[in-house]
Structure formats: structure tokens, C-alpha cells
């Protein structure tokens, strides 16, 4: 019986350190390789100034890990920092706790930001929309992220707002207010919507970045936390029977 106590007590170890792990930001180098569907628009950012003229919509990131580079598309979550152009060190942390400098923006803002991409990036309707209809997609969608990380922050250092869309094409503005408008009702009305495996690359210097979870094989630290959860209660019950016997 002795043997039996000693097992579970080394699966509950290792599953403990198991969930230390996962919690460690992972240094990888990013490097940002230009726009992919996006259009213009002019914001106000506390440290970048008002009345900006930037670019919103999807950035092509290459990721390295090691010898392995992976190739993804993803978008900015910082609208207080400019991006850089030459590689740079990152952490690869959960989405809840970026942007680290100006937040974290915290699981309700991850959440979010998760059944947005669950949603829209999957779609029929981004992969098969016209170029027009794809810019002004995956600019509403890049606007609906900064506001979700704006609403989430508390601190009055870090304000974001937008001013306005460029009409580069007929309606190009009108399009993504109805886009973004579309993707904020259904927030509202689908709480409990399916949230994509995502991850944020974070650095406390440049633009934070929210994409695909580059490992979606390797629990969470949710879900290694419920293993522990349920491997503790698993020990307590058999001890009770031990007790009992």
C-alpha cells in the first residue's frame, strides 16, 4: 500500500512541476515582414501622440524558436509602441498577461480577443472576400483588439482611441465601422463563444503581438491546473479508503 501512496504522490509531483513549466515565458526572436490585409487609420495614443496615421490589419511575423522558424500572421495588441524593423527578442506568454508594460489586459480581454479570432479568422467569409472586403475585415478587426486591450487597461498612462478609416477604395470607411460593429455585437450576445489557442509575443520595448498558439499540443496552464485540481483530489480520496480500511 505503502508503494501505491508513493506513486501518486510522484504523478502529483510531476504533474506540479509539470504546470511550473508552462507558466515560464519562452524567448524567441520576431521579426516583422510587412502588412497583409489592412488599411489606414488615424488614432490617438497616450505615448505615441494624436491625430497618428498608421496602418491596421494583419502583420506578417516570422517567429524563431531555436533552429525553427515559423511563419504566421497575427495582429498588434499594443497600440502604444511602435514595431521595429530588424529582429528582436520577445517572450511567447499567455494573451491574458500581455501587454505586460501597459496591463496585462487580464482573461476577460483574452477571452475576448480569442472568440474574435475563433470567429473571424476562420470564417468563410475571410477566406473568400474580395481584397477590398478583406482590408476592411482585418482592419475592424485589429480596431476591435486595441479597443478590447484599451477597455482592459487601468492605467491612465495608456489611452487609445481612434479617429477615423481612410477611404482609399468606395466605402472602405463605412465597411469597416459595419465590420467592427458586427464583431462587437457578437461579443455582447456570445459570451460563451468557442476562444481560438492563442498566445501573445511580448517585449517591453516594441509592439506586443497576438497569434496562434505555436504549440496547441502542450496544455495550458488552465488546463494543467485542473489536472492538478483533480490528481490532489484523487490522493485525498484514496487516502480516505486507506483510512477507512
Known sequence: ????????????????????????????????????SSDGVSVNSSTL????????????????????????????????NFSSGSPLTYSIVAVANAPQTEGPMGAGAATQIGQLWAQYMTSAYALSSTASTADAWATALQLEIWQTVANSITNPAYTYSLNSVANNYPGEA???????AAMATFLT????????????????????YVIADLTPSVPDSGSIAGLVAVGMLGLLVFNKRMRLA
Not at 533552429?67 to 498588434?76: D, K, L, M, P, Y
Not at 463605412?174 to 467592427?180: C, F, G, T, W, Y
Not at 450576445?189 to 506586443?208: G, I, W
Open 49 to 80: 501622440g494624436d491625430n497618428l496615421n498608421t496602418s491596421a490589419g494583419t502583420i506578417k511575423l516570422a517567429v524563431t524558436q531555436g533552429a525553427q522558424t515559423s511563419n504566421v500572421i497575427g495582429f498588434c495588441i499594443d497600440p502604444w
Open 189 to 208: 450576445n456570445n459570451p460563451n463563444a468557442v476562444t481560438a489557442d492563442l498566445e501573445a509575443l511580448d517585449s517591453p520595448t516594441a509592439q506586443d
Open 1 to 36: 500500500m505503502k508503494n501505491k501512496i508513493k506513486a501518486s504522490l510522484s504523478v502529483l509531483v510531476g504533474i506540479s512541476a509539470l504546470a511550473g513549466i508552462s507558466l515560464h515565458a519562452t524567448p524567441a526572436t520576431v521579426t516583422e515582414n510587412g502588412l497583409g
Open 174 to 180: 463605412a465597411a469597416v465601422a459595419s465590420d467592427e
